[in-house]
Every structure is written in C-alpha cells, then in structure tokens.
C-alpha cells in the first residue's frame, strides 16, 4: 500500500475487555515498531520487529500486552483486560532497512484507544 | 541509556520570521538524530535526519536542523514561518546500531498570521 495503515482508527472498550489492533506495514518493510503515546507526551517505544522476529519487546509495560507479526508482514497488538491507563494512541511504524536504526520510520495515524 | 529533551512546551512566531524549535540529546556513542512532525489527527511525518557528514542537515518543507556535538543540540530551523507549519514536532535519537527509537515529549509550534 501507500503508507502505513493501522485499524481501527479508534477504540472504546470497558475496562477488562481484550482488545486487538492492527498494523499493515508498507509492502517490503523489513521492521516495524509499535509505540503508545499518551495524551501530551511523546511517543513510547513497546516492541521491535525484523520481519517475523520480535527482537525488542522491552517496552511493553505488562505481561497484559502481546504483539505478533507471524508471516513477517501484517502486525498485532493485543491488549488483554484492559485498564483505563492503557488509554492511549498506538502508532505503528515502520522501516525499509534492518540493523541499525539509521533509516527513518513512516507512521501510521495510529488507534486512539479509549478505556471506559 | 538515550534521552532527548525539548525544553519548549510551545513556541510562538509570526509568519514570515525565522523559527527554532530546541533539542538536545544524550547518548553513549554516536547519535542518530531524527525530526517528526505530527499534524492534528495524523501520524507523525519525517521531516530530516542526522547520521553522519554536514553537520547542517535539510529536510522536507523548508526545514533544516544543526547538529552540533559539542553541546549536544539538534535544533529545528526555518528561515521563513508559514501558518501551515503549525503543528506538534518531535525531536528524535537512536543511538548506535540499535533500532530503538527514543522521542522527545514535543514542541507544540504556532505560527502566527
């Protein structure tokens, strides 16, 4: 595709309920990275991907989030019993190159999740 | 560890005046340094990049950034403001071969007509 596309654009779930968004990189990008910006802030790195291989998932702030990329391609972040600090803009990056982080990422205009 | 402060919450400049938006950095090795702009209800957009070579680096739109290794700056630079340049801007490191991207909390930059 053109760009980087992330769905749903936006999320409403009550509290304890699971939640799953997507990512679809641009076509032939090798890493992809996901990233939780809160209201205000900047964004916050939760996991690194090189094509199907999580090699980075340092930042991912519980055991309640999980992200998979399993043919190397479409990306999945899935939040389980969601709490109302998970509210938040999940943007999902993603890169041309592998190793080193010299090459600059094209975002996606993300998921505002809303945790009621 | 890596970290880049953006001392300006805002900053405030008529159109048509030159504009600097602040960055600094702090990283164990050599700097890879990055400028995003992020427009309301949009992802974040590259604007320029720091790897290596002239330290006055061009970007998109006009812009360009001064990587100054001495005083750990990379601050953002336009000679000429436009309303159209309004926006969030986040200021960027990575530090050596690692892909982890550290961001600065962001300057919310308004131009005025």
């Known amino acids: 595709g053109a760009g980087v596309s992330q769905s749903p654009r936006y999320k409403v779930a009550k509290r304890g309920q699971d939640v799953a968004l997507r990512c679809d990189p641009i076509s032939g990008h090798v890493s992809l990275f996901w990233y939780q910006q809160a209201l205000g802030q900047g964004p916050e790195f939760l996991t690194y991907?090189?094509?199907?291989?999580?090699?980075?998932k340092s930042g991912l702030p519980s055991d309640r989030f999980f992200a998979e990329r399993p043919e190397g391609s479409v990306s999945t972040l899935k939040i389980q019993r969601t709490q109302q600090e998970d509210s938040a803009v999940y943007l999902c990056?993603?890169?041309?190159?592998?190793?080193?982080?010299?090459?600059?990422?094209?975002f996606g205009q993300g998921t505002r999740l809303t945790v009621v | 560890a890596q970290s880049v402060a953006q001392p300006e919450d805002q900053v405030n400049v008529a159109e048509g005046n030159p504009l600097t938006v602040k960055c600094t950095y702090s990283v164990s090795g050599n700097p890879y340094l990055f400028w995003y702009v992020q427009y309301p209800n949009r992802g974040l957009q590259f604007l320029l990049k720091?790897?290596?070579?002239?330290?006055l680096v061009k970007g998109s739109y006009g812009f360009e950034a001064e990587f100054n290794k001495s005083q750990t700056s990379f601050h953002l630079k336009k000679p000429s403001a436009l309303v159209s340049d309004s926006a969030l801007y986040f200021c960027?490191?990575?530090?050596?071969?690692?892909?982890?991207?550290?961001f600065g909390t962001g300057t919310k930059l308004q131009v005025i007509p």
């Open positions: 720091y790897i290596t070579g002239d330290n």
């Open positions: 990056a993603s890169s041309l190159r592998q190793g080193r982080g010299n090459t600059e990422a094209f």
């Open positions: 991907f090189q094509n199907e291989a999580q090699l980075d």
């Open positions: 960027a490191v990575v530090s050596g071969g690692y892909q982890k991207v550290t």
